[in-house]
């Protein structure tokens, strides 16, 4: 490992901190001065995302190193970890965070103060949470992201915006206590929270102690799934995605996915085959779980009459159809899913920030969709009067066919990349080893389907009223650094089609070394690490 | 010693509770604020009861680690009580901003119709 990609690790944490404290020392109130270090920052992060990726594609066991901070001896202290799934993940962030800020940089960083500052803490916290190899580590990354996007979901104000964001941060508040309370049960049990050591020690958890490591793990998984929003815990979710504004919530697209990304790194690593006794805990609660929300994610589209809403509903879809695809626990779904799971994050990530730009040409009052005019808030001004957006005819053409793209990719439609995707699970679902198709497979085939076409109807309906049923529209200023985002969004699904071959080989070997994690404790632990360590297990 | 703990971190946390699905905003944040003292003595909690033992080795000697207490969780309570004590302060501001915007102290942001 050369000394470069080694400090390349910790970059994508480093890079944003140091961004957002300039910020706010340099910067004050001088907003290009901020646009610009915020613009440069991200696109640094989406080249270090780049390299991440082919680094640990090149290594010859998917993973990069092991991050030491502070030099100490594994398992003390805490490291960063790189390898295929954590990479990929920082550059699906970076690549959403690109998107969102030069979107945001048209009219909505001016709605509100701190707006570049906040943006560059929560993707500190992001790509903290998808590297880090310490369980309280992941604590403190969740809670900076947490609080950094507390500030952006307000961004803009709006007693709508205050309201949904009051209940998101109280959501948020009690599911960290229960993250704490999780992770010092795990603590009490093991006497570690080091990710690779607890994967070494689980399998020599004394039996009567056992219950009490499934009960911590138990409670930290609700706390993942809160943030994931798998049905019962999801509630909170449409309302907060669809108050936030769009460029946050577009970036927000990512935020469900961190708990996706934890529940797949911790339930393969720590409760996968060689756990013993307590191998597959929990996973006909991700299968079950996954599919309740699939199913209350496709109803609550129907039932929407926003496309903000529609959008956020949409979101649910995408995090249940991952939940009950990891509950299947099998190399190839999980395969299936991580190429799932970029296709349909891009797509929301384009769906959230189109839904502005949409419903712009809209009178208040106008239709049934008014509602959204409600949620959005009228109570700042934005200075239209120095827009330079020039209203062509052809803007309505390309909004459109974003529009059509986006439903193609969340409907999982052929030609773009959703429909691989959703291909991928099931046929993998379907294809099982020892030739009877499990009943869960079954179940989940319908569901998907159902789900799929529930959302094309829902995204044809709001298209229809959108494009072609508002009689009294004026076609909206739409700038071109607002249009180019989503495009470049939907076009990176397009290239994830083109490419299926070694987007889905990368999968499949992200998704291999998840399932035999034996690479990744050597990795962070050392060699000879290997044997389980129980001088304190259960003590 | 260990029922006195057990018995007030479940007098905390179940205030907490109590207080967390009460309609008024500052209700819920003395809830929230309880919830997480209850927090922190359980991770306290969980690096086992000591009395009279130090969390830090003294210097220039090796230590015999059965005569010590185990520092990492207070290390943890430090930073859990630091996160806690900034999340709260952040969400009183948005409580007294909701306050504000919809003049009602009540969660929804509106009385309910009686």
Redesign the interface.
Same mark, same amino acid.
Do not use: P, Q, T, W
């Given at each position: 490992m050369s000394a470069f990609s080694d400090h390349l690790i910790i970059a994508p944490v480093v890079l944003p901190l140091f961004a957002s404290a300039i910020m706010l020392m340099l910067g004050g109130d001088r907003r290009t001065f901020n646009a610009t270090v915020n613009v440069v920052s991200t696109v640094a992060l989406v080249v270090i995302g780049i390299a991440l990726l082919f680094a640990a594609d090149a290594a010859p066991t998917g993973l990069i190193g092991a991050y030491r901070l502070g030099n100490w001896p594994p398992p003390f202290a805490i490291v960063l970890v790189a390898d295929r799934l954590a990479s990929l993940m920082v550059l699906l962030a970076s690549v959403l965070a690109l998107a969102a800020v030069v979107f945001s940089l048209a009219r909505w960083h001016r709605v509100g103060a701190f707006f570049h500052p906040l943006f560059q803490f929560l993707l500190m916290g992001i790509n903290g949470a998808f590297l880090t190899g310490d369980l /309280?580590n992941l /604590?403190?990354f969740f809670?900076v992201l947490? $609080?950094a996007s507390?500030g952006l979901a307000?961004h803009g104000? *709006? %007693?709508a915006r205050?309201?949904e *964001?009051?209940?998101y941060?109280?959501i948020n508040? $009690?599911a %960290? +206590?229960l993250f704490?309370?999780g992770? %010092? +049960?795990i603590? *009490?049990v093991t006497g570690t929270?080091n990710m690779a050591d607890l994967a070494a020690r689980i399998p020599a958890v004394r039996s009567e102690d056992r219950g009490l490591l499934e009960a911590g793990a138990g409670i930290l998984g609700i706390a993942f799934l809160v943030k994931t929003g798998m049905w019962p815990l999801c509630f909170w979710l449409p309302a907060t995605y669809a108050a936030a504004p769009p460029p946050v919530a577009s970036l927000f697209a990512i935020l469900t996915k961190v708990g996706i990304y934890i529940l797949l790194r911790l339930w393969l690593l720590l409760f996968g085959d060689q756990a013993g006794s307590s191998a597959h805990f929990g996973r006909e609660w991700l299968l079950l779980g996954g599919m309740a929300t699939v199913i209350f994610g496709a109803i609550g589209s129907l039932a929407s009459q926003s496309l903000a809403r529609m959008a956020a509903y949409s979101v649910l879809v995408s995090s249940g159809t991952l939940l009950a695809a990891i509950g299947m626990g099998r190399i190839g779904v999980t395969g299936g899913a991580l190429y799932y799971l970029v296709s349909s994050t891009l797509g929301l990530a384009a769906l959230f920030l189109l839904i502005e730009l949409v419903e712009r040409s809209r009178e208040p009052g106008a239709d049934v969709l008014a509602v959204t005019r409600e949620l959005y808030g009228e109570e700042y001004e934005l200075d239209d009067t120095t827009e330079s957006g020039i209203a062509i005819p052809a803007t309505m053409g390309i909004l459109g066919l974003a529009f059509m793209g986006c439903a193609l990719i969340l409907a999982g439609l052929p030609p773009l990349s959703g429909f691989i995707g959703k291909f991928a699970l099931l046929a993998t679902a379907l294809n099982a080893e020892d030739g009877a198709v499990p009943v869960a497979a079954w179940v989940f085939l319908v569901v998907l389907i159902l789900s799929g076409l529930a959302v094309l109807i829902a995204m044809t309906r709001a298209g229809i009223n959108a494009f072609w049923a508002s009689p009294d529209r004026t076609v909206p200023r739409v700038r071109l650094i607002e249009t180019a985002p989503v495009i470049a969004l939907i076009l990176l699904c397009a290239a994830q089609t083109v490419e299926a071959g070694p987007v889905m080989r990368f999968m499949n070997a992200a998704a291999q070394s998840l399932h035999a994690p034996s690479d990744y404790i050597r990795g962070v632990l050392g060699a000879g690490a290997e044997a389980p360590n129980s001088q304190r297990g259960g003590q | 010693m260990e029922i006195v703990l057990a018995l007030g971190i479940g007098v905390f946390t179940g205030t907490g509770v109590w207080l967390i699905l009460r309609p008024r905003t500052f209700q819920v944040i003395i809830g929230l604020s309880l919830l997480s003292y209850a927090v922190n003595l359980f991770i306290l909690a969980m690096g086992r009861l000591r009395t009279n033992a130090a969390p830090i080795l003294p210097a220039r000697a090796v230590g015999d680690p059965a005569q010590f207490t185990d520092p990492l969780p207070q290390a943890l309570v430090l930073t859990a009580i630091v996160i806690s004590f900034a999340t709260t302060a952040l969400f009183l501001v948005v409580l007294l901003a909701s306050r504000g915007l919809t003049g009602t102290d009540h969660v929804d942001g509106q009385e309910p119709e009686a």
């Open positions: /309280f /604590f403190v809670e947490l $609080a507390y307000l104000s *709006g %007693s205050v309201r *964001g009051m209940h941060i109280v508040l $009690a %960290s +206590l704490l309370i992770v %010092s +049960l603590y *009490g929270l | -």
